[in-house]
């Protein structure tokens, strides 16, 4: 299943740098995307979100941006802290569904 | 804060034996869900669950897994005859409504089937 696909599997940027990480999609039926944040041994955790309607979303440092012509969103994180070091999933979902589809994540070090 | 919650953290077991994995949703949302993920895949999803009734699932969800709502606050997935290829991190999640919602996830159980 590559209907989301995140293609770098990882990411090192130095702290207080920003990170973008990224994500494509292919399926034009998605309206809902979020990003979560997953440390070893623990289940995903929700960073943010954006509905289809809007081209970016701003919560803190993080702040995610839709370009749905390009069936592409990604997340910036700023300034970068060692903190956010974990693997970020991208996940999709279409109207009307309840199925996340996730893509395979990025693993970001962010170095001190 | 409210959180997902789920036991056993880790399951080991042999192969062709039933395992109940359990999960508490957060008090007030009403849609459950399990995913799961093999090691070194994406994190897919098996089943979705409302109302007491499955409202949507995978073509991973045979007649092996079952889900169930036994009580007020407990959501159970039950594999029947575990495969080897069942082993994975399965994560529960759950939402206050459908559409255009954050799920939240649980901690996961690894299953490991031997």
């Known amino acids: 299943d590559q209907q989301v696909k995140q293609n770098s599997p990882s990411l090192s940027v130095q702290e207080g740098r920003i990170s973008i990480l990224n994500c494509d999609y292919t399926?034009?039926?998605?309206?809902?995307f979020l990003w979560y944040k997953k440390y070893p041994a623990e289940g995903p955790t929700f960073l943010i979100s954006i509905s289809s309607i809007k081209d970016k979303n701003e919560d803190g440092r993080f702040t995610v941006f839709l370009n749905k012509s390009a069936k592409h969103l990604s997340l910036h994180i700023v300034p970068s802290q060692p903190g956010d070091s974990a693997v970020y999933f991208c996940?999709?979902?279409?109207?009307?569904?309840?199925?996340?589809?996730f893509g395979a994540g990025t693993i970001l070090r962010v170095k001190s | 804060e409210p959180e997902v919650t789920q036991t056993p953290s880790h399951q080991v077991t042999q192969m062709g034996q039933e395992v109940i994995l359990r999960c508490v949703p957060i008090?007030?949302?009403?849609?459950f869900y399990w995913y799961r993920q093999i090691l070194g895949q994406k994190v897919e999803f098996l089943v979705s669950f409302y109302n007491n009734e499955i409202s949507e699932k995978s073509e991973i969800f045979d007649d092996q897994f079952s889900v169930e709502r036994p009580d007020g606050s407990n959501f159970t997935l039950k594999i029947r005859s575990t495969k080897l290829e069942d082993s994975a991190m399965y994560f529960c999640a759950s939402s206050e409504r459908l559409d255009q919602e954050t799920q939240y996830f649980g901690p996961g159980t690894r299953l490991l089937v031997l």
């Open positions: 399926n034009s039926m998605f309206d809902y």
């Open positions: 008090s007030n949302h009403l849609y």
């Open positions: 996940a999709a979902m279409r109207s009307g569904g309840n199925k996340l589809v």
